[in-house]
Nanobody
C-alpha cells in the first residue's frame, strides 16, 4: 500500500509556471507506475500525465503536451509535474495516483491509490 500527498499548487498568472510534487510513503514506491490527473469544477477527473517505474517512459494528454513534464525520483519517493506556459483552462485540483499495474495508464480505473489533491488556479 502507498499513501500520496500532493503539494506545490497555488495561484499563478497565465503564462507562468508551477511545479507540483507528490510524496509517497512506503519502501516499494519504485514498483509503482505513477500518474497525474486533474478535475475542474463541474467536470470529470481527467488524465494529465503518467510515468513508468524507471522514469524512462512517459505519457501526456494532448492538452498539456509540450508544456508539462512528469518526472520521478525513486530515491526520494517523489513524483513531480512541472507545468509551464499555464493557461486559465489548466485551473483544477490536481491529483497524484499510483498503480501496481505495469502500464503507463491514462484511465482512472487503472489506478489503485490517490492523493487528496492540490489546487492550481491560473488567472488570465
Amino acid at each position: 500500500q502507498v499513501q500520496l500527498v500532493e503539494s506545490g499548487g497555488g495561484l499563478v498568472q497565465a503564462g507562468g509556471s508551477l511545479r507540483l510534487s507528490c510524496a509517497a510513503s512506503g519502501r516499494t514506491f519504485s514498483r509503482y507506475y505513477m500518474g497525474w490527473f486533474r478535475q475542474a469544477p463541474g467536470k470529470e477527473r481527467e488524465f494529465v500525465s503518467a510515468i513508468n517505474r524507471s522514469g524512462a517512459s512517459t505519457l501526456y494528454a494532448d492538452s498539456v503536451k509540450g508544456r508539462f513534464t512528469i518526472s520521478r525520483d525513486n530515491a526520494k519517493n517523489m513524483v513531480y509535474l512541472q507545468m509551464n506556459s499555464l493557461k486559465p483552462e489548466d485551473t483544477a485540483v490536481y491529483y497524484c495516483a499510483a498503480t501496481s499495474r505495469a502500464v503507463v495508464a491514462d484511465e482512472r480505473h487503472e489506478y489503485d491509490y490517490w492523493g487528496q489533491g492540490t489546487q492550481v488556479t491560473v488567472s488570465s
